[in-house]
């Protein structure tokens, strides 16, 4: 496996259901996002992590909650959704900018989510 | 805070003829500058991008150019091809500590 992968690619859930998004990088990144894509609408981003430490909340609704167990990995739980929140859920990874000064972001190919 | 925009949110164009696409921005202290390619069913792909200390940076068929006075930048992308139809979004940062701000994409299509 090589760059960003995400798992699964495409997810229906119901807004009672709890489900996780999976993100891993093979970049030897340190830095790891969170971005929501919706139609017609700019790339959102909800979450960065630096260093498995969360450096930025974008202020995302508490029914969504991320974890980063260390720097290859990050996760994304659902909980209790609503339809509005049906997406494109993008991972991407980068060096921590503050260190290293470059700013490239690589994306994963993203999850599908319909919440029904 | 950054705001980024994108006109047209189409573009056509014929075959090996050029594609120009601008965005503008709206914060002076911005000083890199990705443009990102999205196919279908893809995650946005890194394509090309420039910092504020220079005017143009060209990679093959694809260019971009800078206008710091005028806040705005453009792709260039000579001589198209079918495969460059996609969606391309532009961003922008000012600085290590700030967030990447994107525009909401323009499709291109190119006619075989």
């Known amino acids: 496996e090589t760059g960003v992968t995400q798992t699964p690619r495409h997810l229906v859930m119901g807004m009672t259901n709890k489900k996780s998004l999976k993100c891993e990088q093979h970049?030897?990144?340190?830095?790891m996002y969170w971005y929501k894509q919706s139609a017609k609408k700019p790339l959102e981003l909800m979450f960065v992590y630096n260093f498995k430490e969360q450096t930025e909340n974008n202020s995302v609704p508490s029914r969504f909650s991320p974890e980063c167990p260390n720097s290859s990995h990050l996760f994304l739980h659902l909980h209790t959704l609503q339809p509005e929140d049906s997406a494109l859920y993008l991972c991407a990874s980068s060096q921590d900018q503050r260190a290293s000064g470059t700013y490239e972001q690589y994306f994963g190919p993203g999850t599908r989510l319909t919440v029904t | 805070g950054e705001n980024v925009e994108q006109h047209p949110s189409t573009l056509s164009v014929q075959e090996g003829d050029s594609a120009v696409i601008k965005c503008t921005y709206s914060d002076s202290a911005s000083n890199y500058f990705p443009w990102y390619k999205q196919e279908l069913g893809k995650g946005p792909q890194l394509i090309i991008d420039i910092r504020s200390n220079v005017g143009e940076k060209k990679d093959q068929r694809i260019a971009v150019t800078l206008n710091k006075t005028a806040k705005h930048f453009s792709l260039h992308i000579t001589e198209t091809q079918p495969e460059d139809s996609a969606v391309y979004f532009c961003a922008a940062r000012a600085g290590a500590n700030s967030k990447l701000t994107f525009g909401k994409g323009i499709t291109l299509s190119v006619r075989p």
């Open positions: 970049l030897g990144h340190n830095a």
